[in-house]
């Protein structure tokens, strides 16, 4: 059999004496293979453009101090197991580490954001210095918690130092529906924050001079402790939140609730200023 290649016909056949019978095998379009494989690859590169970027896991470390050059500064990553700075949790045991945890390094990252300060039963009683006011170089630093917030395994309380200056304040906050636990708060010339539906538990605050407590949206003083015990010092009540059952002793201070905020059931007792309501107008 003799086969002819006619181009631009594809591939046909002849027998001798009879007529022409066309195969059916054809000429590649190579020029739509060629836009066929890079429409492909347009694809793959879009998909690849559509997939979802890695979520950055929350760092959880233990407290271990004693690293150089401070021995307790808790932006310090050797001062943690995991030789970074907690994100999720900041476990504190009983681990011969130092019990004095600063927070005052300057510069970026120096605020410290996390999910909780968890306290592990046995745990000795830790303080945590947030910022200082000493003179003639205040640094004002801020410890934001968006978890669980406190969590005490301990039978010994944290307590929390937050102290700064009149132009350099340091701020304790707690986001969500974090708690304060048992915790000992001291205020000075800086700011604690209870933000959306986080509760200030059973903790003790001492609010000094040129300090302020405020409870915003649904939070609550619940069953707290607290004291306006210097001058300029207050407490305020923003939004709907709540007094709930706390203990509220103004000695040189002052408490106030604006907007829709309620004393609840609190105890409120003022010796030489005032607790009043506060309408915008």
């Known amino acids: 059999m003799l086969y002819l290649v006619r181009i631009g ?15 059916s095998i054809k000429k590649p379009n190579i020029r739509r293979r060629w836009l066929g494989a890079t429409a492909l690859s347009f694809g793959c590169l879009a998909a690849t453009a559509l997939l979802p970027v890695p979520l950055a896991f ?13 021995a307790d500064e808790w932006n310090q990553t050797n001062n943690w197991s995991a030789n970074a700075l907690p994100t999720g949790t900041a476990t504190f045991a009983n681990n011969a580490a130092p019990t004095t945890v600063t927070v005052r390094a300057t510069g ?31 640094v004002g630093r801020a410890l934001t918690l968006n978890g669980a917030g406190i969590v005490n395994n301990s039978s010994n ?18 986001n969500n529906t974090s708690t304060a636990a048992n915790t000992i708060i001291s205020v000075t010339s800086s700011v604690v924050n209870f933000n959306n539906s986080s509760t200030a538990a059973t903790a003790t605050i001492f609010i000094g001079g040129f300090a302020v407590t405020n409870f915003f949206n649904t939070s609550t003083a619940a069953n ?20 709930g059952n706390a203990t509220i002793t103004n000695v040189l201070g002052a408490t106030f609730f604006t907007d829709s905020s309620t004393a609840g059931n609190a105890t409120i007792t003022t010796s030489t200023r005032w607790c009043g309501h506060l309408s915008h107008p």
Do not use: C, K
Not at 111 to 135: E, M, R, W
């Open 224 to 243: 707290a402790n607290i004291t306006t015990h210097q001058s300029e010092a207050t407490t305020v009540f923003h939004d709907t939140s709540t007094a």
């Open 157 to 174: 309380a944290l307590s929390i130092d937050v102290s700064g200056s009149f132009g350099q304040p340091s701020t304790l906050t707690f």
């Open 9 to 23: 016909q594809g591939i046909g056949g002849r027998r001798a004496g009879g007529d022409m019978n066309h195969a």
């Open 58 to 70: 929350a760092v959880d470390a233990t407290w271990q101090g004693n690293g150089a050059p401070t």
């Open 108 to 138: 970026a990252g120096s605020d410290v954001t996390l999910d909780q300060i968890q306290f592990n039963a046995g745990a000795p009683a830790y303080t945590i210095q947030l910022g200082s006011g000493a003179f003639p170089n205040p």
